[in-house]
Each structure stands twice: as structure tokens, then as C-alpha cells.
């Protein structure tokens, strides 16, 4: 099997001298920045002549980008190497080759523990060494079985390729863009601060120049991304240190970027600036994902979450009286080590004391090498499913309410991509809402005022009030190229 996995390795190094088309499948969990890594990568392997593919059994190279945050999420790596070692015996007998590689955060945190398990596996690297992928791979191909989980001393951000124009352009007009990586906040119960690292902001000079080339071509929304996004602290062009705030300002000076989101943010890092970031610029959507955990003090405490359920709800006020229509959507945790009904119900209470447009929940997962899995007081599993669908019941009456709420009103609607009916197109609200209404497509990339007319379980229909001012129509949108 070892002596196979060589040859078949060697064989795709040939292919790449021979500048044959090679073919990467990337397979993403996990969280946004997943996401745009996975892109990062497809980007740092095009020059190289990689192209992507959507089917495994057509890979030269498959990179499972996984996810670490929960167990069931990091067992998903190890089913999944079941189905891609089968693939590749069936490619071997054929005579094709096969490079498979585990990247993310399963990677940094099982990086030999995957080699051991899973001798299908070519190459194991963690999020901070993704720029040296195309050196990687001809590590492989020379016949080294690569483990690479150190944190480099140079900045990945620096050496990973931009997308192309034409690789934007087909990804559609809403985009991420990390801006910050890493935590230093070691909640108790999260994997985050040991396979992402420490906390690292990049350069204010080198965002921008990132955001315009997406404005450039044609990309109207851009999402700020960060584990702890509002802890942002990257050099500005002055020397200074720049909050997100600063950053969101300078961002918001781009005509075509008509919408900004960022997204996670930590209640303790919401700093004034920002809030008033929130009043003052239109781009700056009203839709917050600030993420609470618990609504329960002691439990807040035992989590390491260093602010309490008052400190939480003062925060939300101040945010909704500098930005009256901000929607807010959170994160919460059952089960918790310790977790009395008690401590449930404090949650519970926290959610209707707020009231959500959206939210995300989960049961607590024990992870390895974090202080919470080492607690004696685990909760059992029946209690946590329990308190999960009261707390899910719970949400979905605000979620329902939240879009209810949205009947009859006018809005902004920018317009994403083709509808489901012929003549539909479909775009988000400004509170991330899916929007579908009838209009014609070269209006693809534009943003419009709808009257809302239907709210269905998961979007909402809309009807154009007139049509868009010729001003408020992109110009390198529309460059013919979509
Ligand atoms: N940086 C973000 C969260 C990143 S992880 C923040 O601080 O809010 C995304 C969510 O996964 C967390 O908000 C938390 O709700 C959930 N999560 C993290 N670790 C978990 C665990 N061990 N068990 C269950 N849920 C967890
Ligand atoms: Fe994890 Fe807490 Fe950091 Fe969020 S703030 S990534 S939950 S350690
Ligand atoms: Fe998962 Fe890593 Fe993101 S653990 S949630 S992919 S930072």
C-alpha cells in the first residue's frame, strides 16, 4: 500500500511537469474561514495548473479541509477517508493516480494520529502552512509521507495567491475575506485557540487591496472574517494599530463594496467605536452575530467567558439604540458541564430578554485537551437533547416571528442569482434573509427596493417597488463578464 502510494504520487508529479490538466476536489466543513481557505488553496494551486473538480473519483489531488469544533464534526474526516480510499484502490487499478491530504483544524490538532489511522492519507497540514501547499505536494511526489503541524514564522496571508478575476467573478457577488485568524480567549470548552493559534490581525494595506480587487470584479457584499473578528488589531498604513471599526470605515470608502458584514465577534470585544461604526455607516449591514454561549452566570463563569448575563444584555441595548433595526443572531451551548435546569432556564430567559432574528445551538461536545472535557459534572446525553429542542422551539418562534415581522415592509434587496421560477431572481435582505422576486436578469448584481408580500418558512417573496436609479447599478458589475 506505502510503495503504492509513492508510485501513484510520483506519477502525478510527472503529470504536473508534463503541464497535463490536473484535477483538486476540496471537500470544506466547519465555519466560514474554512470556507474561504479552501479557496485560498484552489488559488495557490491554479497556477500550477490545478483545476478544480467536483467529483472525487476524477481527482488527482483531494484536500479535506475539516473541522474540529464539536465531535461529530471530527468523526466526519475519518468516514469520509473510508470512501476515498476505495476510490483510490479503484483509480490504482485503472493505473490513475491519487493524492489525498488532510488540512484544517482536525489536521493541527490529530495530525499523527491521522497518519496512523489512515494510511489512504498522503499528506497531513494544519491551517497555518496551507501557502506552502504546491511545496507539500512535491514532498509527496519525491516520496516523503508529510505531517506539517507547526505554526510558520511567515505569514501564510503573504504567500497565499489571490483569486483570479475570473475565479471571483464565477464565485458569485458576496464574498469572505479573513482579516483576522487565531484566539487568545481560551473559553473552556473550545478547540478555536489551539488549532487556529494565537490571535494575528493582517495589515490594514493589504484588506483593502484584497477588498478592491473583489469590488473589481463585480463582488457587491464582503464579510469580514475572524474566530474574534471584533478583537481586530492589524498595522494601518500609519503605523497605528486599527480596530475593526477603523477598518469597516475605510472598507465602506469602496463605492462598488455596498454591503459589509464581519462575523464572529465576542461580546467583550464590542468597543464603542464599533457601535458607533454601526450607527454611522449605511454599508455596515444590521444583522450582529454575537454569540453569548449561556444565559447563566455560573455557567458563564465556568466557561471562561469573562463577562456575565447583565454585561451581555447592557451591550445589546447600546447596540440597538445606536442602530434601532440591527437584527441579532447568537450561539448557544446545552449541557454544559454543571449545567442545572436552573442555569437552562437563566438561557432560555436571556433569549426572550433579546429576542433573536436567528441563532445557532448546540449540544456541549467534550473536546480533547480542553479544561470543560476534564470536568467531573458531564451532563447526560438524554438531558442535553432535551434542553436542545426547548431551546431550538424556542428560537424558531423568534425566528418565524422575525421574518413575520418583515410583512409588508419595504427593503434592500441585492439581487444574487437566478431564482427558482424562470423570470425570478433571488438575493438577501440586509438581515441575510433569502429574497425571491420576479425581475429581469441583467439586474443581477444591483440592489432594489421590494415591498415584502409572503414570508414562507425559510425566505421570503418580495415585489420591486420601481426601478433601480441608474447611479446605484455597479459599473465593473455589469463589465459583461456575469
Ligand atoms: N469565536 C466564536 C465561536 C467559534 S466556534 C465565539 O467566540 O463566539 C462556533 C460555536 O461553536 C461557538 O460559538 C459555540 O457555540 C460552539 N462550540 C464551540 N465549542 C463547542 C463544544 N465543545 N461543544 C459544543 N459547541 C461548541
Ligand atoms: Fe472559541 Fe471562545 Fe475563542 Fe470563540 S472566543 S473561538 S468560543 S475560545
Ligand atoms: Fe471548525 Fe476550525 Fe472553524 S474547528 S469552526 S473549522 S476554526
Not at 472535557?373 to 438531558?383: G, L, R
Not at 436578469?441 to 427596493?449: N, Q, S
Request: hydrophobic share 40%; proline share 6%.
Amino acid at each position: 500500500m506505502r510503495r503504492a502510494t509513492l508510485r501513484c504520487a510520483r506519477e502525478t508529479l510527472e503529470r504536473v511537469t508534463m503541464n497535463e490538466p490536473k484535477k483538486v476536489f476540496v471537500k470544506t466543513w466547519g465555519c466560514q474561514m474554512n470556507v474561504y481557505d479552501s479557496d485560498r488553496m484552489t488559488d495557490t494551486l491554479a497556477p500550477g495548473g490545478w483545476e478544480e473538480t467536483s467529483t472525487v473519483e476524477d481527482a488527482d489531488l483531494v484536500i479535506l479541509n475539516t473541522c474540529h469544533i464539536r465531535e461529530k464534526a471530527a468523526e466526519k474526516v475519518f468516514s469520509e477517508l473510508g470512501r476515498i480510499r476505495r476510490v483510490k484502490e479503484a483509480r490504482a487499478l485503472r493505473g490513475e493516480t491519487m493524492v489525498v491530504g488532510v488540512a484544517g483544524c482536525v489536521a493541527q490538532a490529530e495530525g499523527v494520529e491521522i497518519a496512523r489511522r489512515a494510511p489512504v492519507v498522503d499528506m497531513v497540514f494544519g491551517p497555518q502552512s496551507y501557502h506552502r501547499l504546491p511545496d507539500l505536494i512535491d514532498r509527496v511526489a519525491a516520496g516523503a509521507r508529510v505531517v506539517e503541524t507547526e505554526f510558520p514564522v511567515e505569514d501564510k496571508f503573504d504567500h497565499l495567491a489571490p483569486a483570479s478575476r475570473e475565479r471571483t467573478v464565477a464565485r458569485g457577488l458576496t464574498a469572505f475575506l479573513t482579516v483576522q485568524e487565531g484566539c487568545d480567549k481560551f473559553c473552556t470548552f473550545c478547540v478555536v485557540p489551539y488549532t487556529r493559534g494565537s490571535e494575528t490581525s493582517r495589515p490594514v494595506d493589504r484588506i483593502v487591496a484584497e477588498a478592491e480587487r473583489l469590488a473589481d470584479a463585480g463582488v457587491r457584499e464582503v464579510t469580514l472574517l475572524g474566530q474574534n473578528v471584533n478583537a481586530y488589531h492589524g498595522p494601518g498604513p500609519d503605523g497605528a494599530a486599527w480596530s475593526l471599526a477603523r477598518l469597516l470605515r475605510r472598507l465602506a470608502e469602496i463605492p462598488v463594496l455596498a454591503r459589509l458584514r464581519y462575523t464572529t465577534s465576542h461580546p467583550r470585544d464590542m468597543g464603542d467605536d464599533l457601535i458607533e461604526a454601526h450607527r454611522d455607516l449605511p454599508a455596515l449591514m444590521p444583522y450582529l452575530h454575537l454569540p453569548v454561549q449561556s444565559g447563566s452566570d455560573r455557567i458563564l463563569a465556568a466557561m471562561n467567558r469573562r463577562h456575565r448575563r447583565d454585561d451581555y444584555l447592557r451591550l445589546v441595548e447600546r447596540i440597538r439604540a445606536a442602530r434601532p433595526d440591527i437584527a441579532l443572531s447568537g450561539d448557544f451551548i446545552v449541557g454544559f458541564p454543571g449545567e442545572t435546569e436552573a442555569d437552562f432556564a437563566a438561557t432560555l430567559e436571556l433569549i426572550e430578554a433579546v429576542g433573536y432574528g436567528s441563532a445557532f445551538s448546540f449540544k456541549y461536545s467534550p473536546r480533547p485537551g480542553t479544561p470543560a472535557a476534564a470536568e467531573a459534572d458531564q451532563i447526560a446525553e438524554s438531558v442535553k437533547v432535551e434542553r436542545l429542542a426547548r431551546l431550538q422551539a424556542l428560537i424558531d418562534r423568534q425566528t418565524r416571528d422575525f421574518n413575520l415581522s418583515r410583512l409588508g415592509m419595504t427593503m434592500d434587496v441585492l439581487l444574487e442569482k437566478p431564482g427558482r421560477r424562470p423570470g425570478q431572481l433571488a438575493g438577501r435582505s440586509p438581515w441575510l434573509q433569502a429574497v425571491h422576486l420576479d425581475a429581469p436578469v441583467d439586474l443581477l448584481g444591483t440592489i432594489v427596493p421590494v415591498r415584502i408580500d409572503a414570508v414562507m418558512t425559510y425566505s421570503l417573496s418580495a415585489v420591486r417597488l420601481d426601478a433601480p436609479a441608474p447611479s446605484s447599478r455597479p459599473v465593473a458589475a455589469l463589465g459583461g463578464v456575469r
